[in-house]
């Protein structure tokens, strides 16, 4: 990772996405640190996270990504330092969390005070960054497009990732049967959160599947997309709903960002229009956002759910590694190394001395 000469005046730290590079080609800049404008607040962040947005992006293969450079980072945690004008200045020192799709790997970052989402006291920054994207997606996606009920099954890909493990345990909360699937590394830690796990290398992955859901189940939830969602769609049982999020499956092939998604949006408009009484959505966290004042008020009520549980101790955040800032280049690497369960976040940078190093699962409350 390079980085950039600080130049006297430069107090904020920004990692700059400069084109499509391995995670080594991140920049490393010291700007001036920005001012809010009418309407803004300047969030200090205390933490930050690596999503496969990000792993995405840095391959140019999110859909409808910025053009380089630009800095990354879907999301964060910080405490407001600085209100714009038209802002309360009793917002200042308490701490919020704020969706961002870009703009997030920074010391400090402006955004609209709209969009500000309050953290429980209790609950500790890096804790609740693991559940802003990853909470809402999973909320949304279980209660508003599947709408599952007590007593209904359901399959999660990727069980152990950071949308795969809070989908578990928001479905174990509402009383809904989870077979997960994730490698035999994180079978254990899903038996713990309350799944059935499967191993996604079994050359018999969906039979395995079927097996233990002959009837079939209320919900799928593929994060993978590609050839493998039509077995997804298959075990689906009447009036079941198929969520899909996300085409990792061709994260690393060269082309078109946009030609998987768009490929993926035909084949479940067509499932949708034929006469099987199954259900097939692809979930978008920023749909609806036309309507901001709707979409602010849905996210501010859907993400407090979520804190809510995690200070209620029904939620076990999953933090795989807490990481300075600094070392984006390593978070991001790590995060695709498919060797962690749980969400990597960055923090502000400390004293050279101390450590950052992946943090053993909890073990439960």
């Known amino acids: 990772m390079r980085t950039s000469e600080q130049r006297p005046t430069a107090v904020a730290t920004e990692i700059v996405l400069p084109g499509a590079v391995e995670p080594e080609g991140l920049e490393v800049r010291h700007v001036g640190t920005p001012a809010p404008g009418p309407g803004e607040v300047l969030l200090a962040m205390e933490a930050t996270g690596v999503s496969f947005a990000e792993q995405q992006m840095r391959r140019g293969k ?7 450079p630009f800095v990354p980072g879907y999301d964060l945690v910080g405490r407001v330092a600085r209100t714009g004008p ?3 200045p009793a917002l200042t020192g308490r701490r919020y969390a704020a969706l961002t799709k870009t703009g997030g790997w920074a010391s400090h970052v402006v955004v609209s005070a709209a969009d500000l989402v309050e953290v429980p006291d209790s609950v500790p920054s890096a804790d609740a960054e693991t559940l802003v994207v990853n909470g809402v997606t999973a909320w949304q996606m279980l209660h508003r497009t599947a709408g599952v009920e007590a007593g209904d099954t359901v399959v999660v890909l990727g069980a152990n990732g950071g949308v795969g493990s809070t989908l578990v345990q928001l479905a ?3 009383g809904v049967r989870v077979i997960g699937t994730a490698s ?6 899903l038996r ?5 796990p499967v191993d996604y290398r079994d050359p ?12 079939g189940v209320r919900a799928v939830f593929d994060h993978v997309g590609g050839e493998g969602i039509v077995d997804s769609f298959r075990l689906l049982a009447p009036g079941g709903t198929l969520v899909s999020y996300g085409t990792a499956s061709t994260r690393d092939v060269a082309g078109s960002s946009k030609a998987p998604v768009l490929k993926l949006f035909a084949r479940l408009t067509l499932w949708n229009a034929l006469p099987n009484s199954r259900h097939a959505h692809f979930y978008n966290i920023w749909a609806g956002l036309r309507n901001a004042d709707a979409f602010r008020a849905r996210l501010r009520t859907d993400l407090g759910q979520v804190f809510a549980l995690l200070a209620a101790g029904s939620i076990q955040p999953q933090v795989a ?6 070392r984006a280049a390593d978070a991001l690497r790590l995060a695709e190394s498919g060797t962690v369960a749980g969400k990597v976040v ?5 004293t050279p001395h101390e450590k950052f190093a992946p943090e053993p699962a909890p073990t439960g409350r």
Request: cysteine-free; hydrophobic content about 35%; glycine content about 8%.
């Open 204 to 215: 018999d992955l969906y039979g395995r599947l079927r097996g233990l859901a002959p009837d």
């Open 62 to 68: 999110y859909y409808d990504q910025p053009k380089f």
């Open 172 to 174: 174990r909360i509402a």
């Open 86 to 88: 038209g802002v309360d």
């Open 321 to 326: 590694a807490r990481i300075p800032l600094s």
């Open 184 to 189: 035999r590394r994180h079978h254990d830690r």
């Open 192 to 196: 713990d959160l309350g799944a059935l």
């Open 346 to 350: 960055l923090v502000p940078d400390r």
